[in-house]
């Protein structure tokens, strides 16, 4: 007889539990992507917040908790950008905005593979932060990503291994942030 009341208390504990539980489970992600930008249309300016190795997710390789392209970031052209970017995680990382051919995609966006080949101090240290600030002024699809590795006696670079993001200038309409 003991067993019917447990089993009940079981039944009704996974009745009330398992709503809760699924409801949760997109907050955390649309409370990161809250985190991520602040954009202030009537001065045109977007200030996006990024923090490379978010809590060691994909082996250190993300923003904010996302890798592999699902974080994308829209902002209209002629936007003026601040980036703020920290490295949480244990190895030197560096970031910016490229093309497809990985070529600094604005001027003030990134560092250029050039400035990154065999210099000692490239890069952002784990603990420390760096800001860029640049005018998004190309329509286009670009992405954010570490080059910092991309020379011949290091390869892969940081992107195969999924630190990327989609990083889109659109034509018009609002800056956002969205998970894809």
Known sequence: MQTR??????????????PLLLTACG?????????????????????LFLSMGHKSENLDANYNGFANGHLLISVP???KVILH??????????????TKEQQVAFPGSGDA??????SPT??????????????ANKVGHYRLESLLYRYPSHHPT????????????????????KSV
């Open 5 to 18: 009341p447990r089993k009940k208390l079981k039944v009704a504990a996974l009745l009330v539990g398992v």
């Open 27 to 47: 907050r955390p992600a649309e409370q990161a992507l809250a985190s991520i930008m602040d954009a202030n249309p009537s001065a045109n300016t977007v200030q």
């Open 77 to 79: 052209v002629g936007s």
């Open 85 to 98: 970017i920290t490295n949480d995680g244990g190895i030197p990382f560096t970031s910016g905005v490229y």
């Open 113 to 118: 593979i050039a400035n990154l080949v065999n």
């Open 122 to 135: 490239a890069g952002i240290m784990p603990g420390n932060s760096a800001k860029l600030t640049f005018t």
């Open 158 to 177: 940081h992107t195969p291994l999924g630190l990327w993001a989609q990083f889109n200038v659109t034509q018009s309409g609002k800056a956002e942030v």
